[in-house]
């Protein structure tokens, strides 16, 4: 189905459906026809690709990347939308629509199942409220997919990519680095959804890591001194991890300096390979 982005059509599958944007889900659908296809061109849509697409909509994405890409699966949580898929995306053989969370699909096995032979990327225009437990947990899943490009709240993009060491970042920026290169692709201005949130957006594609930026210790120990860091970013790095590791100030100063790191740094100053300097450090002291 054409037009998808047409504040009309859009507006007539309401009526036809008896559909309702929920504010519960962040449902906001594009209707500025630029946009879409951008993001299936940034995102690996294309001829040797799968895309798993989370989130529909109207299926105004959904119908670009199967445009380019040789299969798509949808995975789309309102049953409400459903119906409206069902005419929307019909005519295009190599989309599949699963009805389901996302955090609670087996991804890995669907990948195996959907994707047999074929590169796979990721796209999505995320509802704001969960933007980071899905990247978290797409990140952290460590799936076999080349790239993740999602729609975000332009703040969240910003500090998604921003570099380590700047006052921008944050334990979510340490994260998203470790595991993947984060690109801000473009700006998506309030007025090209319906219904127009109260904030602009921003497109960002993280490319997938083949392996850690360096040698580290324990992964679990390493994000728990990145989490316990960024809690009191404001205080010096001895105060906060020093307390959620159970060790004294002195021990995590001198771990500090081991690494060639001040005592008087704040979390925002470090690099990514300087958190991990740190923590191995710091496991070195905890486990002797």
Do not use: W
Not at 201 to 219: F, G, N, T, Y
């Amino acid at each position: 189905m054409d037009n998808l982005s047409n504040i009309g059509t859009v507006k007539e599958l309401c009526r036809k459906y008896g559909f309702v944007f929920s504010k519960k889900l962040g449902q906001n659908f594009l209707i500025n026809p630029s946009v879409c296809p951008r993001i299936a061109e940034y995102g690996n849509a294309k001829p040797g690709f799968g895309v798993i697409e989370i989130g529909a909509g109207f299926g105004v994405l959904t119908v670009e990347l199967a445009k380019r890409a040789d299969r798509v699966v949808v995975i789309e949580i309102d049953d409400k939308l459903l119906p409206v898929l069902s005419e929307t995306l019909k005519g295009y053989d190599n989309i599949k629509v699963i009805h389901a969370d996302v955090l609670d699909v087996d991804l890995p096995s669907l990948i195996q199942e959907e994707f047999s032979g074929l590169e796979v990327a990721v796209c999505a225009n995320l509802p704001y409220y969960i933007t980071s437990p899905i990247l978290m947990h797409l990140l952290e899943s460590r799936l076999p997919v080349r790239s993740i490009t999602v729609m975000v709240q332009k703040e969240a993009a910003q500090r998604l990519c921003a570099q380590m060491g700047t006052r921008q970042c944050g334990s979510v920026t340490a994260a998203v680095r470790y595991y993947s290169e984060p690109s801000l692709l473009f700006h998506v201005s309030r007025g090209s959804f319906l219904p127009a949130p109260n904030v602009d957006s921003s497109v960002i594609r993280l490319d997938i890591r083949d392996r850690a930026p360096a040698k580290v210790q324990d992964e679990r120990f390493l994000f728990q001194v990145v989490r316990a860091a960024f809690s009191q970013r404001r205080k010096t790095l001895p105060n906060p991890l020093s307390g959620a590791l159970g060790l004294k100030k002195e021990q995590v100063s001198a771990a500090m300096q081991s690494c060639g790191l001040m005592p008087s740094m704040r979390a925002e100053e470090l690099t990514l390979l300087q958190f991990i300097a740190l923590s191995n450090a710091l496991y070195e002291v905890r486990h002797g």
